[in-house]
């Protein structure tokens, strides 16, 4: 998740988690005053000066020295009480069920993947909530340091969990080959052979002889549909069939390259 440093203009909206770069105007045993730009004043309390503890503040901040800081809250009187502890992207009480995050895969075990998503803990993407189809290791789909996106489909901070899913963000397979079915077939002559060699031009590395599941079908009959979409469309309309080719396009190479595997 990217993050705004703000040099601070007075009259700003103050916020917290709000990075700055300020520098250090004063300190005493208790901690630090910061000039951040702005009309009220910036403490930082001794224990949120670094994440190991601190004795003595001048050994960490000196009077003069630019910091980066994060707002930690706005106390009584207008107090803005900062850290130099950088903050989570997502803090516990943020997560909820149901929202969309992004993140990179850390770890891969044989159940599943880690994802950072910027939490305390890393998200866990079950092997069974990473697509619809079956594979038979994670490492089909992903590779450490990939990013994804998934759905957080429970979260439990007393268990220190959080689940995501993948596939919940992917069109279900019954979707997918009802917009198929719903298209008029085209003549025998015309797709004879075609999804065999369309599988094999996007993943040229596949046999030879082979063969095209239902689904890859599907997604390729989708897929083509949705290129012609792109190319008669404009404006929001192109912007949403672009994204849908984006989809389609990942969801078949992520099938097709399941094969070579």
């Not at 000066?49 to 800081?69: R, Y």
């Not at 992903?142 to 919940?168: F, H, P, T, W, Y």
């Not at 190319?231 to 390259?257: H, I």
């Amino acid at each position: 998740m990217s993050e705004q440093v703000l040099e601070a203009p007075e009259n700003v909206g103050i916020k917290r988690k709000m990075h700055f770069r300020g520098k250090v105007i004063k300190t005493t045993t208790a901690g630090a005053i910061v000039d951040i730009g702005v009309k009220q004043p910036a403490i930082i309390h001794i224990s949120q000066l670094s994440p190991e503890p601190v004795k003595k503040v001048e050994d960490v901040v000196k009077v003069g020295d630019e910091v980066d800081v994060w707002v930690r809250r706005i106390a009584p009187k207008g107090v803005i009480e900062l850290t130099m502890i950088k903050p989570l992207d997502l803090e516990w009480r943020e997560i909820k069920k149901g929202m969309v995050v992004k993140g990179k895969v850390e770890r891969i075990e044989k159940y599943g993947v880690f994802v950072n998503i910027g939490a305390e803990v890393p998200g866990l993407v079950h092997i069974s909530e990473m697509t619809h189809g079956f594979i038979r290791s994670p490492r089909d789909l992903v590779k450490e340091g990939d990013e994804v996106e998934a759905k957080v489909i429970a979260v439990s901070r007393r268990k220190r969990q959080i689940k995501l899913s993948m596939k919940a963000l992917e069109p279900k397979p019954e979707e997918i080959m009802k917009e198929v079915k719903a298209e008029k077939p085209a003549p025998k002559a015309e797709t004879k052979g075609k999804p065999k060699a369309k599988a094999r031009a996007s993943h040229p590395e596949l046999p030879a002889d082979y063969v095209p599941t239902p689904m890859e079908v599907a997604l390729l009959e989708a897929l083509k549909r949705a290129k012609e979409d792109l190319e008669n469309s404009s404006g929001k309309a192109r912007t949403a069939a672009k994204k849908r080719v984006k989809e389609l396009e990942a969801m078949l190479s992520k099938r097709l390259q399941a094969h070579l595997n």
